[in-house]
Nanobody
Framework: QVQLVESGGGLVQAGGSLRLSCAAS????????MGWFRQAPGKEREFVAG????????YYVDSVKGRFTISRDNAKNTVFLQMNSLKPEDTAVYYC???????????????????WGQGTQVTVSS
C-alpha cells in the first residue's frame, strides 16, 4: 500500500512562493490519481488541485487557478504543488491524497480518496 509524506511547507510573506512535495512509497504510483487538499482552522478540508494518473490531466479550485500548479513525476513517485503569488487566505495545513483509479480521471472530493499524508503547514503573512 502506498504511503504519502508531504514536505515543503513553511512561513512565507504574501506574494511569495512555496513548492510542496508529496513522496509516495510503493511501486504502483502511476495507478493513483493524486490530489492536494488544505484545511484552515475551523474550516472543512478543501480540494485545491488534482492530477490524473499519467497524461497529467489537472483540475484546480477557482481560488488558486493561475497561481498554483500541480505536477507529478511517476519515475520518482512524487507529486508537487507549486504555489505562487501566495495570499494570507492560503494559510492552512496542506495534505496530499491518493486513490487507485482506472482511466485518466481527477477526483475532487475528500471522501473519494482513501490514502492521506500527515500534512504540512503553510503560513502566509500579510
Amino acid at each position: 500500500q502506498v504511503q504519502l509524506v508531504e514536505s515543503g511547507g513553511g512561513l512565507v510573506q504574501a506574494g511569495g512562493s512555496l513548492r510542496l512535495s508529496c513522496a509516495a512509497s510503493g511501486r504502483t504510483f502511476s495507478n493513483y490519481v493524486m490530489g492536494w487538499f488544505r484545511q484552515a482552522p475551523g474550516k472543512e478540508r478543501e480540494f485545491v488541485a488534482g492530477i490524473s494518473r499519467s497524461v497529467g490531466r489537472t483540475y484546480y479550485v477557482d481560488s488558486v487557478k493561475g497561481r498554483f500548479t500541480i505536477s507529478r513525476d511517476n519515475a520518482k513517485n512524487t507529486v508537487f504543488l507549486q504555489m505562487n503569488s501566495l495570499k494570507p487566505e492560503d494559510t492552512a495545513v496542506y495534505y496530499c491524497a491518493a486513490e487507485v483509479v482506472f482511466g485518466e480521471v481527477v477526483l475532487t472530493r475528500a471522501h473519494e480518496y482513501t490514502l492521506w499524508g500527515q500534512g504540512t503547514q503553510v503560513t502566509v503573512s500579510s
